[in-house]
């Protein structure tokens, strides 16, 4: 699976767009970015995926550039719930048999009031 | 809430001694994962199984071993507890698809181990 690179810490402002950046400039064509955050020492949580085009869902949004090197999560209005570690991982698809996730050190996100 | 469940959620045990994990999966969920966070490791896979076969291993010792079950529940155990063990244990389950695209984990809320 591909490197992924994350800045260690982010603060973000209550109620502005949190943006996670991470940097996968070794990923494949058919690997996913993944995301994960962790709340505390709570189990992973998964917020979203994508392969190519840009994703949402009613946790965040996940932009993907167009040559797949990097991509950004979105998490458009922060709340002090949203503190946690965010997890960028690179992960091949299914039918090439890698199932599991490799962690690397995350994103410490802190939201502040 | 993931729907995946994990007990107990705390153990304390000393050194020497053997504990057992348990984790249920999602339902519908054939794959299950187990993963050891520590504080010098971070999240680290350990062991894949899927519907009852064990699929990938991970840095797994030797004094661990896992098993899942015909009902599709899974076991972590660990024997000859050593200090450095000490660490939460997540467990993560999934569909278990191998044809074209992804295949998505959930993680359960996780078991923290202390050994003495």
């Known amino acids: 699976d591909a490197k992924t690179t994350q800045p260690t810490s982010m603060d973000c402002a209550e109620g502005r767009a949190a943006n996670l950046p991470c940097n996968h400039s070794?990923?494949?064509?058919?690997?996913?970015v993944y995301w994960y955050r962790q709340i505390h020492s709570q189990g992973p949580q998964y917020i979203i995926h994508?392969?190519?085009n840009n994703e949402t869902n009613e946790m965040a949004s996940l932009i993907i550039t167009e040559d797949r090197k990097s991509s950004t999560l979105i998490l458009p209005h922060a709340t002090l719930r949203d503190t946690a570690v965010y997890y960028c991982?690179?992960?091949?698809?299914?039918?090439?048999?890698?199932?599991?996730?490799?962690f690397g050190q995350g994103t410490r996100l802190t939201i502040n009031p | 809430d993931s729907g995946v469940t994990q007990t107990p959620k705390h153990l304390i045990t000393a050194t020497g001694q053997r504990v057992t994990l348990r984790c249920s999966p999602r339902s519908g969920d054939l794959s299950v994962y187990w993963y050891q966070q520590s504080l010098d490791q971070g999240l680290q896979f350990l062991i894949q199984y899927y519907n009852g076969e064990e699929r990938a291993k991970g840095n797994i010792l030797e004094r661990f071993s896992a098993q899942q079950f015909p009902d599709l529940h899974s076991e972590l155990n660990l024997s000859s507890l050593e200090l450095g063990d000490s660490a939460l244990y997540f467990c993560?389950?999934?569909?278990?698809?191998?044809?074209?695209?992804?295949?998505?984990?959930?993680f359960g809320p996780g078991t923290r181990l202390t050994v003495l």
């Open positions: 991982i690179v992960r091949a698809g299914a039918s090439q048999g890698a199932q599991k996730l490799v």
């Open positions: 994508g392969l190519k």
């Open positions: 070794t990923i494949s064509g058919n690997e996913y």
């Open positions: 993560a389950s999934s569909v278990g698809t191998t044809g074209v695209g992804t295949d998505t984990q959930y």
